[in-house]
C-alpha cells in the first residue's frame, strides 16, 4: 500500500533515475545522432547540444549507412559474426552445460576438486593464453576455418560454474521421475534440464552472443579470408582507414551495437533471472 | 622447449585459383584487409604479378587485420615464427626490419641490380638494409609535415623558408613566441602539437635530434650508452619542456586546433594535406621545412618509413620471393598505392607519374623534404623499446618537466636490458 | 551402479575437459614453463633456462613495479565504487514503479557496448574541450585535463570504467532483490523497522551471497584493466595508467619477450589467487567464528 | 462500538476483472477469536492483509478501535501477525527474531530480555534459541512466528493459515496452544485458515467466505447444525453433507429413486408451505443405523448396501447408493458393516434441512 | 513366494551414524495396497526409495516378482511412482507430462494419446490438458503426477505421501480416488503416509515404523485395536489414546490419583497373574458416558470435571484431570456438556490395554 509519502518519494526516485539514465545513454544518444550528420555538421555541433539531436530528415539522411553497407563488406561481417555466436552459444550451452550439470549432480571422481578448480581458472586472463591458443590451432591446420575460431572459444569456466549452480537447485526427484519414465541421462540433459533451465541458458547465450561480438584479437589472429571475418575487424579497419568520415565511423558503431541491445532488451527478465539463481545459491 | 617445426603449408596446383602446373608457389601475408583501400591495392598488385609472371611465380595473398594497438597482425607473425608456417613474403614495419633480420625472421633479398636500386627513394633503401644487406623494400613512404596557416603567418608577418634554409630551433622558438599574443586572442596556441602514445613521437619528434648532431643509437644498432643520453639530445628535450611551458602548445590534446584556425602550425603526417583540401578547405595551407638544430649543416633528418615487405627466413624460393617484392613495391603498385590510398610512393618514377607532386606546391614540398633529407628510424633490434622510452622521457622531460639527462639515463638502463640478449655472447 | 555413475559424469564432463585441457591448462603449463626461460617470440630456437632470472627481474623493474601498484589502485577505486554504485541503482530500480524497463536496458547499455567503443567515446567526453570541460566551465571550474595528466589518468579511466561496467552488477543485484521474500519487509513493518532497518536487517543480509559472487568478478574485472588504458592513454601520462596486464602484453607482443611476459603472468595469476584465497577465507572464517560462539552459548 | 468494524469493504486489485472482497461487513468484539474460513481464493488473506494494512482498501471504511485506519501505515496500527510463511528473519537466532520487534519499539534492553525469555518458555523453544530458522523443524518455525507476534502485546493479532505447513499431530497441539495463548492475552484475534476443524474447535465466531463475499457469520455449532445455504452446509463438516434432489409434496418427500419419506409435523410448519422440487441435505452422522433409533422412525426405515466402506478407527463411514445419489453414513466403531452387507437405516427428522434448488438457501 | 520380499533389507547413509533403516522383512501379496506409517524420519521414504532402485540398499535383499533386483536399474524393476512433490516436469503441458513415459517406450502415438486420454478423463483434468504444471492448483498436480504413474501399467505402483499438500477436502476425495483406481488398476501398491486417517481407510495392511525398525504389521482396525506396543497405541487414533500410570493388584487397579478400577475375569485371565506397576491405555471413545453404559459399569463409576472442550462438529472432545495427567473422551454431538461440568464416566472393559512399562509392550 502506497501512502501519499510514499508517491512523492517514487516520484521524485524516478526524476533522479531518467536524470541519471540520460548520463548512461547520453554516449549512444550521441552516437546515434551524429551516425546521420555529414562531418561537417558533427564538428559544427560538436559543444552544443545539438550533438544529441539528429539531423532533419532529408534526403542524404542515411548517407553514411547507405555508404558503409555498400562500399564495405561490413553487412557481410556482421551475417559472418551472427553466425559465430549461433554456433558458439549452442556448442558452449551444451559443453558447459553437460559439464555444469555433471559436476552438479553426477557423483564422479574428484568433483568436488575438478568444481574448484574451474573457479580458479575465472581468473586466468585470456591476453596471456591467446598466443597458445594460436600455436595449437595452427599445429592443427585450422588456421582461417570457422573450426579452429570457434574450438578455443568453446569452453568457458566462468558459464560452467553459472550452469552448475544452477543446476545444483534442479529437483532430483524429477530426475528420478524420468527415470521412471524411460529416460536415459542424455535425453535428460537435453529435454528436461536444459528446457528446465531456459534462464541461465538465455544468460549464458547472451553473454556469449557479446563476448563474439566484442571480440577482436583472436578473430584476427585466425581469420584472413574476408569471407570469414568478424565485424569487430570490420568496424577497425573501417574506422582506421583514414578516409572514412567521423559520420560513416559512428554509423558502423551504431550497426555494430543497436543488435546487441536489442538481444539485451529482448532477454533482460531471463537475465535477470538466470544471474540470480547462480548468485544466491552460492552462500 | 620446442615447439617449433615447420608447419608450412603444402599448397599443390589447382588448389587455389589461378595457380597451374608449373608455376612456382609464393605465399605473401600483407598487414590489411582486403576490405580496405590499402588491402584492395595490395590485391591488384598481386594479380598483376601474376599476370605479369603467368607461367613462372604465382602468388598468393593473405590479409590479416591489425588493430589500432599493433595487435593482430604482429601476433599472428609472432605466433607464427614460433609454430613456423611464415609465408615466403611477409610485410613489415620499417623500425622493425632490424629486429626481424637479426633474428632470422627474414633474410636478404636477392640482389638487385644498381638501375633497380636507383629506383627507390634513398630513405626506402636506408630503412631496408640492415648490417649492409637489403631485407626490405616498401611501396609506401611516408613523411611529416610542419603545416603552417598562411594567413596568420601573414598576419604576424612571418616569411617561411624554402626547404634548403629551414628554421633553426632558436628562430623558431622566436617565432612562438611572437605568435603567442596573436594566438591567444584566437583562443588558441601557436602550435598545434601533443606527444602521442605510440610510434608517432619518435616519429614525429626524432629529427630534432637527428637535425642537432645527435643519435639515438650507434650505427651498428647495439649500443644506446653515450648516444640516447647525449647532452645534445638533453637539449632538444628541454626544447620541448621549453615550449610547453611558455604554453606555445596546449598541454592536453584539443582535437582540430590547426584545422579550425586556432593553431599556426601543426606537425602531421602527410595525409593531412588531404583532409585540409577535403574537409577544411577554409585553411589556407602551407608546408614549412622541418626545423633544425642550431648547428645544422645539411644533413637528412626528417621523418620517414612505412610498412615494407621482406622475404621470410622460411622460403626457399628467395629468387622469387625477391622478385614479388620487388613488384609489390615498385613504381605500378606505388602510383596505385597514392590513387587509392593517399599513401605516398617509394620510387621517384611514382612520384614523377603522378601530377600532383609536380602542381601542388604543399605535396611538392613534402617529397621535396622526404626525397632530399628523409631519415629513417634508428635501426636496432631493440626498436621497440627505444621507441617507447623515447616517448615516455619526451612525455616525462616535456609534459611532465623532470630533469632530462636523468630520464634519459634511465631509458638507457631499460633499453639496455633488452639488448643484452644481443651483446651476451 | 556407483562405477556406472562415475562413467556418466565423466562423459558429461569429458568435452569440457579436453577442451579445458587444450586451451586453459595448456597454456598456463606452457606459460609457468616460458616463465623460468628467456623465450623471445622473434628466436624461439635461441631459448634458455633462466632459472628464476625473470621474477627477480620483474620485481627490480620499476615499470612492473609501478604497474602493479596502478593496478592495486584501480581495484581499490572501482570495487567499491562499482559494487555500492550497482547496489545502490539496483535498490533504486528496485523500488521506483515508473519505467522500469527502460531503466533496466539504460543501465545496462553501456556494458553491452565494447570497450573500445566506448573508450574512444569517453576520450571525447574528457578531451580538454570536450563535454565535460563544457559542462564544468558552466559551473565556472576551470577546464581540467583529466587523461591527459598523470594526477587524474588513473581515476578518469577508472570512472569511466565503473560507468561502464556498473550495469552488470546491478542486473545481479536486482535479481537478487527480487528474489527476497517480500513477506519479510511485511514482518519488519509489523516490527516497526524503519526504512534504513529494512535495508540493514534484511536487505543486505538477503543479498550476501550476491555480494560475495559481485565482488570477486569486478575484483577480477579490475584486475584485468586492460583496454581502456591502452585506447585512451596508451598507459600514460608518465605511465600513470600502466597496469599489470597492459605490461603483460606489451612485453610478450610489442616487445616479444614471452619469458618475461609469463612470469608478469604467472606473478599476476598467483596474486589474484592469493587475494580470492584471503577474501574467501575472511568471509568463512567469520561464519566460522558465529558457529563456534553459537555451540559455545548453547552449552 | 465494536473493536473492528468492517463497513462496505471492498477490494479490487489492479487489473483483476472481479473483486477479491465484495461489500464485506462485520463486527468483532473486543477478545473475540475470529476464524475465516473458504475455499482456496475466496479473498480470506486478501481481507486479513486490509486489516494489517499491506493492501489498499478499495471501497469501504475501516475501523479500529473507533479509528478509521484506511490511509493509517501498518506499523501505526497495533497490530501483530503471524505470516502463512512465518517469514522470518534468515539471518537471525529465534532469540533475535523475536526480540526484533522490541528493539525497533525501542524497548530497554532488560525488559526485551524478559519479554523474549517468557515467549521462548511459552512456546517450549529453549533449546533452539540460538539456532537461526533454517535449521529448525517446521513447527519449531511457526512457534517462532509465533513468539514474534505474541511478545509484542498488541490488541489485534492476525494469524493467516498458522498451521496449514505441520502435520497432523503438531497441528492438533499447537491448536490448543494458541487458544491457550488467546485466553491468557486476550488480543482480538483474527484466524485464517482453509482447515474447518480448527476454525471449529478454536473459534468463537466463524465467518465463511465464498468468492469474496461473506456467507455466514455464526458460533461453529451454529454454522454445522443451521447452515444459511447449501454452500455453508457442505463446506462445514467431514464427510461433506449428504444431499438429494427431491420432490416435496404434503409431508411426502420422493427421492429420485422413488424411495419416499415422511416428514414430522415439526419440520412442515418451518417450511411454511413450501413444495416442488428441492435438496435435501443430511449429515453423515445423523444416518442412524442402530437399534434404538431404528425402533424409533421405524415407519421411515430405508434401505441399501454397502458399496464401500472406510475404517477410520474411532468411527466408520459406510458409503452407498441411495436417492439417485452416492450417500455416506458416519457410524461408531461398535456397528460393524462389510461391503455388501444390506443396511437399514432412519434419518434424523430434526437434522434434515431443505435446500431452494435455485438460489441454495436453507428454508429451515 | 510373495510378489515383493524384503529380507533383512538395511540402509545406512554414507556419513549417518545410525542405519536409517534396519532388518526390514517383509513379504507383499500380489495386488496389496500397502501403506507405510511412522513418524517424521522414521524411514518410510528410504525404504520406498529403496524399492524404486534410488537409495542403493546396503544390506539384504529385496525381491519383485521372485527376482532379486539390489542391482536392477530403476527402469527395468516395473515400478511407477507417485512422487511426494510430483516432480512434475514443468515446461511439458499436462498431457505430454502423462504421455511421457510412454513415449519413451516407443509406444505408438495413437495408443499413447488413447492412453492419455482415458487417464485424463478419469482424473478430471479435461480442462487442464494443455496447461504447464505451474498453472495448475496443488490438487490438479496431484492428479497429473497420479496420471503420469497410471497409464504406465506397471505391475508395483508406489506413492510417497501424495497428499500431504493437499487441504483438507481434496484429501478426501482423493482418498476415494486411489482407492478406486487401485481396485480397477490391481496393481501392488505401497503407500507412505504420516496421515493414519489415510492409512486406515485405505490400505489392506498397514506397516507401522520407528527409528528405521518395523514396530507392527497388520490390518488397519487389528492395529487400532491391538497394537503391540505403546508406540503404535499412542500413534493410531486421534485424539491420542489415554495413557495412565497405574499399580495392578489383584484385580484392583489404582490410579495415582487414588481412584480405583475393577477389572473383569477375562482381561486378568489374559494379564497372567501380571502385577505391579504399568501403564493402562484406554481410547478417548472408550470412555463412556451415556446412560446404558454408566448403568452395565456402574460398579467402576468415575467422576471428573471438564476442563476443556473441543467441538467438532459432528462430535466433541472433552477434557478433564483424571488419574494424574489430563485425559480426553470422545463423545457425539448428542452428549452436549460445558467447561467446569462434572461428568461421570465408564472404562469399556474390553477396550483396556496393559503396557509394560519398560518394554512398552502390550501385556494384552
Ligand atoms: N496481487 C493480486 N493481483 C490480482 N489478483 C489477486 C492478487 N492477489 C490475490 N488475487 C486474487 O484475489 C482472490 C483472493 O485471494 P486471496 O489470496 O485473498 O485468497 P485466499 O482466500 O487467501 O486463498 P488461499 O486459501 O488459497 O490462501 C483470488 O482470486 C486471487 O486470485
Ligand atoms: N541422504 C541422507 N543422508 C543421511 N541421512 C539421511 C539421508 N536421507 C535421509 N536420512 C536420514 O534417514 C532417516 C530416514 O529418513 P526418511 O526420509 O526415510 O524419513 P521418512 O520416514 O520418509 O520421514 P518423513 O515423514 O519426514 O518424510 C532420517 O533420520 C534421515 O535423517
Ligand atoms: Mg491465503
Ligand atoms: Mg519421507
Known amino acids: ?269 531471463q537475465i535477470v533471472e538466470g544471474v540470480t539463481s547462480t548468485g544466491s545459491k552460492e552462500g | 622447449v620446442s615447439l617449433t617445426g615447420c608447419q608450412k603449408k603444402e ?269 577544411y578547405p577554409d585553411v589556407n595551407l602551407g608546408v614549412a621545412p622541418y626545423v633544425v638544430g642550431d648547428d645544422w649543416d645539411g644533413e637528412r633528418y626528417t621523418p620517414t618509413g612505412s610498412w615494407a615487405f621482406a622475404a621470410s627466413s622460411e622460403t626457399d624460393n628467395i629468387e622469387g620471393a625477391t622478385e614479388l617484392v620487388k613488384w609489390m613495391s615498385g613504381v605500378e603498385s606505388g602510383v596505385r598505392i597514392w590513387n587509392e590510398a593517399k599513401s605516398l610512393p617509394s620510387t621517384y618514377k611514382a612520384f614523377d607519374q603522378i601530377d600532383i607532386f609536380q602542381t601542388d606546391e604543399n605535396y611538392k614540398a613534402l617529397y621535396e623534404q622526404l626525397s632530399k633529407y628523409g631519415h629513417p628510424r634508428p635501426k636496432t633490434p631493440v626498436y621497440p623499446q627505444v621507441s617507447t622510452s623515447f616517448q615516455q622521457a619526451l612525455e616525462s622531460v616535456g609534459l611532465g618537466g623532470k630533469d632530462a639527462q636523468t630520464e634519459l639515463d634511465k631509458s638507457v638502463e631499460r633499453i639496455n636490458a633488452k639488448l643484452e640478449r644481443y651483446t651476451r655472447e | 551402479m556407483k562405477k556406472k555413475e562415475s562413467i556418466l559424469g565423466m562423459a558429461f564432463f569429458g568435452p569440457a575437459l579436453v577442451l579445458l585441457t587444450l586451451f586453459l591448462f595448456l597454456p598456463m603449463v606452457l606459460t609457468l614453463v616460458f616463465s623460468f626461460t628467456d623465450y623471445f617470440a622473434l628466436n624461439p630456437d635461441m631459448t634458455h633456462f633462466v632459472g628464476l632470472e625473470n621474477y627477480i627481474n620483474i620485481f627490480k623493474d620499476e615499470l612492473f613495479v609501478k604497474s602493479f601498484f596502478n593496478t592495486v589502485k584501480f581495484v581499490i577505486i572501482i570495487v567499491p565504487c562499482q559494487c555500492i554504485g550497482a547496489l545502490v541503482l539496483a535498490l533504486a530500480i528496485n523500488k521506483v514503479t515508473h519505467c522500469k524497463k527502460y531503466f533496466k536496458v539504460a543501465f545496462f547499455i553501456p556494458v553491452v557496448m565494447s570497450l573500445a567503443v566506448v573508450s574512444t567515446l569517453w576520450m571525447d567526453i574528457y578531451s580538454p574541450e570536450g563535454i565535460l570541460n563544457t559542462l564544468l566551465a558552466h559551473f565556472g571550474i576551470s577546464a581540467q585535463p583529466f587523461i591527459h595528466s598523470a594526477k587524474q589518468a588513473l581515476p578518469s579511466i577508472a570512472i569511466m570504467s565503473v560507468w561502464q561496467g556498473v550495469g552488470y552488477q546491478m542486473i545481479i543485484f536486482l535479481g537478487g532483490l527480487q528474489n527476497i521474500n517480500p513477506a519479510l519487509y511485511e514482518a519488519a513493518e509489523m516490527d516497526h523497522a524503519s526504512g534504513w532497518q529494512k535495508f540493514k536487517d534484511i536487505t543486505l543480509p538477503e543479498l550476501k551471497p550476491l555480494c560475495v559472487f559481485v565482488f570477486i568478478t569486478v575484483t577480477i574485472g579490475a584486475f584485468r584493466m586492460l583496454v581502456q588504458p591502452m585506447v585512451m592513454t596508451g598507459g600514460g601520462p608518465d605511465h600513470s595508467t600502466y597496469t599489470l596486464v597492459y605490461d603483460i602484453y606489451e612485453t610478450g607482443t610489442m616487445n616479444w619477450e614471452m619469458g618475461l611476459a609469463s612470469t608478469m603472468a604467472i606473478v599476476f595469476t598467483i596474486f589474484v589467487v592469493i587475494l580470492t584465497i584471503i577474501q574467501n577465507v575472511l568471509t568463512k572464517g567469520k561464519e566460522e567464528k558465529k558457529h563456534v560462539n553459537k555451540k559455545a552459548k548453547n552449552i | 462500538m465494536s473493536f473492528i468494524e468492517f463497513k462496505h469493504i471492498g477490494k479490487k486489485y489492479a487489473g483483476a476483472e472481479h473483486k477479491s472482497v465484495d461489500d464485506f461487513n462485520l463486527n468483532i468484539e473486543e477478545k473475540e477469536f475470529i476464524a475465516f474460513v473458504g475455499p482456496s481464493g475466496c479473498g480470506k488473506s486478501t481481507t486479513l492483509r486490509m486489516i494489517a494494512g499491506f493492501e489498499e482498501i478499495t471501497e469501504g471504511d475501516l475501523y479500529i478501535d473507533g479509528k478509521r485506519v484506511n490511509e493509517t501505515a501498518p506499523r501505526d496500527r497495533g497490530i501483530a501477525m503471524v505470516f502463512q510463511n512465518y517469514a522470518l528473519y534468515p539471518h537471525m537466532t529465534v532469540e533475535k527474531n523475536i526480540g526484533y520487534g522490541l528493539k525497533n519499539m525501542k524497548m530497554p534492553a532488560d525488559q526485551i530480555k524478559k519479554k523474549v525469555d517468557w515467549a521462548i518458555d511459552i512456546l517450549g523453544l529453549q533449546e533452539f534459541r540460538y539456532r537461526k530458522p533454517k535449521n529448525l523443524s517446521g513447527g519449531q518455525r511457526q512457534r517462532v512466528a509465533l513468539g514474534r507476534a505474541i511478545v509484542k502485546n498488541q490488541k489485534v493479532f492476525l494469524m493467516d493459515e498458522p498451521l496449514s505447513n505441520l502435520d497432523a499431530k503438531l497441528r492438533v497441539s499447537m491448536r490448543t496452544e494458541i487458544s491457550k495463548l488467546h485466553r491468557e492475552m486476550g488480543a482480538t484475534t483474527i484466524y485464517v485458515t482453509h482447515d474447518q476443524v480448527e476454525a471449529m474447535t478454536m473459534a468463537d465466531r466463524i465467518v465463511i467466505m465464498k468468492e469474496g463475499v461473506i456467507q455466514q457469520v455464526g458460533k461453529p455449532m451454529e454454522l454445522y447444525d443451521h447452515p444459511v445455504n447449501k454452500f455453508v452446509a457442505g463446506f462445514i463438516g467431514s464427510p461433506q453433507m449428504n444431499f438429494f434432489d427431491v420432490t416435496l409434496k404434503g409431508n411426502e418427500v420422493t427421492f429420485e429413486d422413488g424411495n419416499k419419506l415422511m416428514l414430522p409435523e415439526a419440520i412442515l410448519k418451518k417450511l411454511n408451505g413450501k413444495e416442488g422440487e428441492m435438496t435435501l441435505g443430511i449429515r453423515g452422522e445423523d444416518l442412524k443405523m442402530d437399534g434404538q433409533n431404528l425402533e424409533l422412525y421405524k415407519e421411515n426405515k430405508m434401505k441399501a448396501v454397502i458399496t464401500d466402506t472406510e475404517v477410520m478407527g474411532n468411527e466408520n463411514n459406510l458409503y452407498f447408493q441411495f436417492g439417485g445419489c452416492q450417500a455416506v453414513a458416519r457410524v461408531s466403531k461398535y456397528e460393524i458393516s462389510q461391503v455388501g452387507d444390506e443396511i437399514e437405516f432412519v434419518f434424523m427428522p430434526s437434522k434434515i434441512h431443505f435446500f431452494d434448488k435455485e438460489t441454495e438457501m436453507n428454508y429451515l
Not at chain 2, 11 to 31: C, F, M, N, R, T
Not at chain 2, 236 to 254: D, L, R
Open chain 1, 1 to 269: 500500500m502506497l501512502t501519499k509519502k510514499q508517491k512523492t518519494f517514487n516520484w521524485i526516485l524516478a526524476v533522479v533515475l531518467l536524470l541519471l539514465s540520460v548520463f548512461f545513454l547520453f554516449p549512444v544518444i550521441w552516437m546515434l545522432a551524429n551516425s546521420f550528420k555529414p562531418d561537417a555538421a558533427i564538428t559544427a555541433d560538436m559543444n552544443s547540444i545539438a550533438a544529441f539531436i539528429p539531423p532533419a530528415l532529408n534526403g542524404n539522411y542515411f548517407e553514411n549507412y547507405i555508404t558503409i553497407l555498400t562500399d564495405t563488406n561490413f553487412l557481410r561481417y556482421m551475417l559472418n559474426t551472427l553466425g559465430y555466436a549461433a554456433l558458439l552459444i549452442v556448442l558452449g550451452v551444451i559443453v558447459n552445460g553437460l559439464a555444469g550439470y555433471a559436476l552438479a549432480k553426477i557423483n564422479f571422481p574428484f568433483r568436488d576438486q575438478w568444481l574448484l578448480i574451474i573457479m580458479m581458472l575465472l581468473i586466468v586472463p585470456t591476453e596471456t593464453v591467446i598466443t597458445i591458443h594460436f600455436l595449437i590451432i595452427a599445429k592443427a591446420g585450422l588456421l582461417n576455418t570457422v573450426i579452429g575460431y570457434v574450438l578455443p572459444m568453446i569452453v568457458n569456466p566462468f558459464n560452467i560454474f553459472l550452469f552448475r549452480q544452477v543446476f545444483v537447485s534442479l529437483p532430483d526427484d524429477v530426475y528420478e521421475a524420468a527415470q521412471l519414465d524411460f529416460c536415459s541421462p542424455v535425453k535428460y540433459f537435453f529435454t528436461m534440464v536444459l528446457p528446465m533451465s531456459k534462464t541461465v541458458v538465455a544468460t549464458v547465450s547472451v553473454f556469449t552472443f557479446l563476448g563474439v561480438w566484442n571480440d577482436y584479437l583472436w578473430p584476427s589472429l585466425v581469420f584472413t579470408s574476408s569471407d570469414l571475418l568478424t565485424a569487430q575487424i570490420g568496424l577497425n579497419s573501417i574506422t582506421s582507414n583514414d578516409n572514412t568520415t567521423m559520420g560513416q565511423t559512428l554509423a558502423v558503431i551504431t550497426l555494430i551495437t543497436i543488435p546487441v541491445i536489442i538481444i539485451y532488451a529482448l532477454f533482460s527478465k
Open chain 2, 11 to 279: 599448397v599443390k596446383p589447382g588448389d587455389v585459383a589461378g595457380y597451374d602446373e608449373g608455376e612456382q608457389y609464393l605465399s605473401i601475408w600483407v598487414h590489411s584487409i582486403e576490405d580496405t583501400l590499402e588491402g584492395q591495392v595490395y590485391r591488384e598488385s598481386v594479380d598483376s604479378f601474376n599476370e605479369k609472371y603467368n607461367g613462372k611465380y604465382f602468388a598468393d595473398i593473405e590479409f590479416i587485420p591489425r588493430n589500432d594497438s599493433g595487435g593482430g597482425y604482429s601476433d599472428k607473425v609472432n605466433s607464427s615464427v614460433l609454430s613456423g608456417g611464415l609465408p615466403d613474403v611477409l610485410t613489415l614495419d620499417g623500425p622493425n626490419v632490424a629486429a626481424y633480420a637479426e633474428n632470422g625472421i627474414i633474410q636478404p633479398l636477392a640482389d638487385l641490380t644498381e638501375e633497380e636500386r636507383g629506383e627507390y627513394l634513398e630513405s626506402i633503401l636506408e630503412q631496408g638494409t640492415y648490417d649492409d644487406k637489403l631485407y626490405a623494400l616498401g611501396v609506401m613512404e611516408s613523411s611529416v609535415g610542419l603545416y603552417y596557416n598562411k594567413d596568420i603567418l601573414e598576419e604576424a608577418g612571418i616569411e617561411v623558408p624554402d626547404a634548403d634554409h629551414p628554421w633553426t630551433r632558436t628562430e623558431f622558438m622566436d617565432i612562438l613566441a611572437k605568435l603567442k599574443p596573436i594566438m591567444d586572442e584566437k583562443k588558441g596556441y601557436p602550435i598545434d602539437m601533443t606527444f602521442p602514445v605510440g610510434e608517432a613521437s619518435i616519429y614525429y619528434y626524432a629529427p630534432f635530434i637527428w637535425a642537432n648532431g645527435g643519435n639515438l643509437v650507434s650505427d651498428d644498432g647495439m649500443t644506446v650508452d653515450g648516444y640516447f643520453n647525449s647532452e645534445k639530445n638533453v637539449e632538444v628535450m628541454n626544447y620541448f619542456h621549453q615550449i610547453v611551458e611558455n604554453k606555445y602548445m596546449s598541454e592536453a590534446p584539443i582535437e582540430n586546433l590547426f584545422e579550425s584556425g586556432r593553431a599556426a602550425f601543426k606537425f602531421d603526417g602527410a595525409w593531412e594535406v588531404n583532409t585540409i583540401y577535403e574537409n
